[in-house]
């Protein structure tokens, strides 16, 4: 369940992210320690939920619908582990503001290959 859209319909636009397999699994890890380790505000931690929701999103598209994103790897050079993860800004912002997130990951969501 999702919660309503932010004020700024702008917050609500899903950007796509384009991480490794190496990054996702640094962003599903950090996220789960953040979900596990302390208590959370309730709507940071839907947040950070829907996240999660969107790297299993991720995967599974790129199972079921390979040729747009290999379009995009075969043209940006990119390797075959890359996949689009598509995030509102309050989810960016929610993943970024996570102490335990390895700055390659971070690194990935700011400047690499954010679209």
Do not use: C, F, N, Y
Not at 53 to 81: K, M, N, S, Y
């Amino acid at each position: 369940m999702s919660i309503p859209p932010a004020q700024d319909p702008a917050q609500a636009v899903l950007v796509p992210h384009w991480l490794s397999a190496g990054d996702r699994a640094e962003v599903e890890r950090a996220v789960q320690v953040a979900l596990d380790a302390s208590p959370i505000h309730p709507v940071a931690a839907i947040h950070l939920a829907e996240v999660l929701t969107e790297l299993q999103v991720a995967a599974a598209r790129e199972v079921v619908w390979p040729a747009p994103a290999a379009r995009v790897r075969r043209a940006t050079g990119w390797g075959e582990d890359v996949v689009p993860v598509r995030l509102s800004a309050v989810e960016l912002a929610s993943v970024l503001s996570l102490p335990g997130l390895a700055p390659v990951a971070r690194e990935a969501l700011t400047g690499g290959r954010s679209a």
